[in-house]
Nanobody
Framework: QVQLVETGGGLVQAGGSLRLSCAAS????????MRWYRQGPGTQREMVAV???????NYAESVKGRFTISRDNAKNTVYLQMDSLKPEDTAVYYC???????????????WGQGTQVTVSS
């Protein structure tokens, strides 16, 4: 069974930094694109950043220049380096992966359980 486990959330002051990690474990045949989403209080879940299997990246306008997504394919892990954090970055951050197991012909979507990031002003 595939699991995505996020770590690295916490409380930080405005202007500070945090690094989130998301490790995919289980039987994985191919790990395609991976994304970070977030959902703040009273808001819809929004995509923050995406990285392809070859390392191409894209970001939400609200985080461009402040957040960096990266991945370590050997570890099946994606990271989100968050710098210059603002109070409006406060949210639960979710990891998403599109991957295929050895038992399926097609890839499926998997989600982590979420990790809280709180930025104080």
């Amino acid at each position: 069974q595939v699991q995505l486990v996020e770590t690295g959330g916490g409380l930080v002051q405005a202007g500070g930094s945090l690094r989130l990690s998301c490790a995919a474990s289980g039987s994985i045949a191919s790990l395609n694109y991976m994304r970070w989403y977030r959902q703040g209080p009273g808001t819809q879940r929004e995509m923050v950043a995406v990285i392809s299997s070859t390392g191409s990246t894209n970001y939400a306008e609200s985080v461009k220049g402040r957040f960096t997504i990266s991945r370590d394919n050997a570890k099946n892990t994606v990271y989100l380096q968050m710098d210059s954090l603002k109070p409006e970055d406060t949210a639960v951050y979710y990891c998403y992966a599109n991957l295929r197991t050895p038992y399926n012909r097609y890839a499926s979507d998997y989600w982590g359980q979420g990790t809280q990031v709180t930025v104080s002003s």
